[in-house]
């Protein structure tokens, strides 16, 4: 294989898992890129996006790029790789009042709901789906290191709306982890929000039911 920069479109691009390929502007075969050799960049990757790569070659023989950058899209240093690549984010301090702020709701409407009912159920609930979910979130942290096969992102998000959105939360403040992903946000918030509808329902309107 030759050395040296080389170029090619972006064909195929699975956002959510972080990886795709890359169509040599010379042809040939698609060469496969993961997010993590993106450098620079003030963006995640596109499809047809323009990519500057190196090859490499996998102890199995494959061949995939290496410190590659987005034409266009290359002025900001280690803006996109901090996001991507576990081994350069930069862990932050626990989220002490935010967290107080989002629980407190759910907090009353357990404390009602097991006193009213004396079923402990959401009281082992939350603190135990919130346990496994920050442990998803930091295992799929250390897949992207290792670009290896990622936790689906509804995996995610189911052990947030069956309660562990809280532990989803702090490993997105601690981590650094699917904090700055607008569509998996958006998904996130949702389920709160129906966390704190159902907990609004059940305080005002629960006991009559």
Known sequence: MKPGLRSGKLAKWKDERGFGFIQ???????????????????????END????YCTTDSDGKVRACNAFILGARNKPSSL???????DAVTSKFPIVEVILLS?????????????????LPLIIYPVMSLVTYALY????????????????QTLHLCELVGGWLGGFIAQ?????????????????????????????????????
């Open 24 to 46: 040599p502007v010379d042809g040939g075969q698609e060469v496969f890129l993961h997010i993590s050799e993106i450098k620079n960049a003030t963006r995640r990757p596109q």
């Open 50 to 53: 323009t990519i500057y790569y």
């Open 81 to 87: 790789s901090n996001r991507a690549n576990p081994s």
């Open 104 to 120: 407190l709701l759910p907090l009353v409407g357990i404390i009602h709901f097991t006193w009213t009912t004396l079923n402990p």
């Open 138 to 153: 930091a295992d799929d942290k250390s897949r992207a290191k290792r670009k290896d096969w990622r936790t689906p992102e």
């Open 173 to 209: 403040r601690i981590l650094r982890h699917k904090s700055r992903k607008k569509s998996y946000q958006a998904e996130f918030w949702m389920i709160v929000i129906i966390h704190y509808i159902a907990w609004l329902f059940w305080l005002f309107w629960g006991r009559t039911l």
